[in-house]
């Protein structure tokens, strides 16, 4: 069965800095998508980034770039010059196969904290 | 602002009860998708549908139901509500195209749901 797997419940990076949010996946399927979602205290979750299980260079959104490792089955966020606004939990989630039934499987979160 | 409408923000209602939470997808997207984040269970998939049908269906007890209708707005209700239903309910939509590899979903601010 497909899984999720978010091992930091929470972290704390000084402003400024870069951070490094962990995901490891468990999939038989050879296509499958993985998502980082943001969650800030007001509770919208704001879609981050997206890799695909066929891509070959990792995905990069403005500050936001994803450490994939296929043969490691892990998608690590890396928020780079962190900022106070990026305090909020992020969610990894993973999304299989190529049909229309394309429901999301996420993560428990990491809770990140921006220290000024 | 994603594009994806849900009400209301919050409802607080009695055991026993009965309510109807709404979404209205981004336009031109088809898919509209149900979750429930709470803290015991964290965010869970619940149903999806694909242009007025119904697509795939995860951990929805038999009290819920939801329906898209043909302007692909979609009503989930929830029915002889429990304390354990209190969460916070997501709508998102996504394009719906089969076969597209990132399908992202976009998520509304959620309706807060409170059983007392």
């Known amino acids: 069965a497909q899984k999720i797997t978010q091992t930091q419940p929470g972290m704390f990076v000084q402003e400024k800095e870069a951070v490094t949010l962990d995901c490891t996946y468990d999939?038989?399927?050879?296509?499958?998508?993985l998502f980082w979602y943001k969650q800030p205290s007001s509770g919208e979750m704001i879609f981050l980034i997206y890799?695909?299980?066929?891509?070959?260079q990792n995905a990069t959104e403005g500050r936001y770039s994803l450490n994939f490792q296929k043969a490691r089955k892990s998608a690590n966020l890396v928020i780079s010059a962190s900022q106070l606004g990026d305090s909020a939990m992020y969610f990894c989630?993973?999304?299989?196969?190529?049909?229309?039934?394309?429901?999301?499987?996420f993560g428990s979160g990491t809770r990140l904290l921006v220290r000024p | 602002d994603s594009g994806v409408t849900q009400t209301p923000k919050h409802l607080i209602t009695a055991t026993g009860q009965r309510v109807t939470l709404r979404c209205s997808p981004r336009?031109?997207?088809?898919?509209v998708y149900w979750y429930q984040q709470s803290l015991d269970q964290g965010l869970q998939f619940l149903i999806q549908?694909?242009?007025?049908?119904?697509?795939a269906k995860g951990n929805i007890l038999e009290r819920f139901s939801a329906q898209q209708f043909p302007d692909l707005h979609s009503e989930l209700n929830l029915s002889s509500l429990e304390l354990g239903d209190s969460a916070l309910y997501f709508c998102?939509?996504?394009?719906?195209?089969?076969?597209?590899?990132?399908?992202?979903?976009?998520f509304g601010p959620g309706t807060r749901l409170l059983v007392l």
């Open positions: 999939t038989s399927d050879q296509s499958y998508g």
């Open positions: 998102a939509s996504s394009v719906g195209l089969a076969g597209m590899r990132q399908e992202t979903q976009y």
């Open positions: 336009s031109g997207d088809l898919s």
């Open positions: 989630a993973m999304r299989e196969g190529m049909d229309s039934s394309y429901k999301l499987i």
């Open positions: 890799q695909g299980s066929y891509d070959e």
């Open positions: 549908y694909y242009n007025g049908e119904e697509r």
